[in-house]
């Protein structure tokens, strides 16, 4: 009995070390779908996959709770409504790949706003293997063959920065609850040029932790030793876009050689809204994502808004 207690210490000794201890990197990807809301949907943006890492920078800077910096590689993949044989020559919107990798720095106030800055470097085209990996995908399934990627945008190499900045609103009314902030962000670069602004709210199940600290925006990990954490929210996200240059629809901004293209919607109404959850090393996430609708199809006017989900999975490490 003697022994059984103290094995019974010893354990709960060892797990409160193991989840006590500074997490100060994060590893876990995050997967984009179609048919992550509907098996029927299956157009315009339609998968996407990104691997990251982040760690802890160091800070001096006393307006800052912590800095973060961040690596990614990723690939999205766009094609039209209609991809089956048939339907090879009517497109609402041209098939091609985006392939990139990614460096990155966060800056997260005390105030509990938020400063997130990055670059790319990638193509957009066949050097992007969009064709390869969907069609991979759609066998690996047992979903259906796609027709047309031959009609896909020539390449283009990216180079790409962004911005984003987030600042919560009414911080002298605090709720455990509930919060609200206003968020803002630009892409600049070869592929993607636009603004982005709107409102963030979370909707807590359990008290929300500090922005800091929340998976929100990815501040999970922490200098400082944390127990039992626990993070489950719903969050929503409405937004105005001005999409100024889209590769993927126009083709290369320093050629125009590629087979199909087509004039921007540059304004448009996005939503995003989704659930996150944390459970001590583990984040995970679902989003309902809604974009409006993105270019200009005179011959066919089929183009419209269209949906997709994400789930995301991370892990955080010593």
């Given at each position: 009995m003697r022994n059984k207690k103290i094995f019974i210490a010893l354990f709960i000794l060892a797990s409160t070390l193991t989840f006590g201890q500074a997490k100060t990197a994060e590893i876990g990807f995050i997967t984009d779908n179609d048919l992550y809301t509907s098996s029927k949907n299956d157009m315009y943006y339609t998968n996407g996959l990104e691997l990251f890492y982040r760690f802890l920078s160091k800070n001096n800077n006393e307006k800052f709770n912590k800095k973060i910096t961040e690596f990614r590689i990723g690939q999205y993949i766009y094609n039209p409504r209609f991809i089956n044989a048939e339907a090879v020559t009517i497109n609402d919107r041209p098939f091609t790949g985006y392939l990139f990798a990614e460096a990155g720095r966060s800056f997260f106030y005390q105030s509990e706003s938020v400063l997130k800055t990055d670059f790319q470097l990638g193509f957009m085209g066949p050097n992007a293997l969009g064709k390869e990996t969907q069609e991979s995908f759609h066998h690996i399934i047992g979903y259906k063959e796609v027709f047309g990627w031959e009609n896909q945008l020539h390449n283009a190499f990216a180079v790409q920065a962004h911005v984003m900045y987030s600042k919560k609103m009414f911080p002298s009314k605090h709720n455990d609850f509930i919060d609200l902030h206003f968020q803002s962000e630009a892409n600049f670069g070869t592929i993607f040029t636009g603004i982005s602004t709107g409102f963030l709210t979370r909707i807590g199940f359990k008290k929300l932790l500090p922005i800091y600290d929340s998976n929100l925006h990815d501040a999970s990990i922490s200098f400082?030793?944390?127990?039992?954490?626990?993070?489950?929210?719903?969050?929503?996200?409405?937004?105005?876009?001005?999409?100024?240059?889209d590769a993927t629809i126009q083709g290369s901004m320093f050629s125009n050689t590629s087979p199909l293209t087509f004039d921007l919607e540059p304004l448009r109404f996005n939503a995003e809204f989704?659930?996150?959850?944390?459970h001590n090393n583990f984040n995970m996430s679902y989003s309902f994502i809604y974009r409006g609708r993105e270019l200009r199809d005179p011959e066919t006017n089929t183009n419209s808004g269209y949906f997709y989900g994400s789930i995301r999975f991370g892990y955080l490490l010593k």
């Open positions: 400082q030793p944390q127990y039992n954490i626990r993070e489950f929210y719903f969050y929503a996200m409405p937004s105005v876009n001005y999409q100024f240059y989704g659930l996150k959850y944390r």
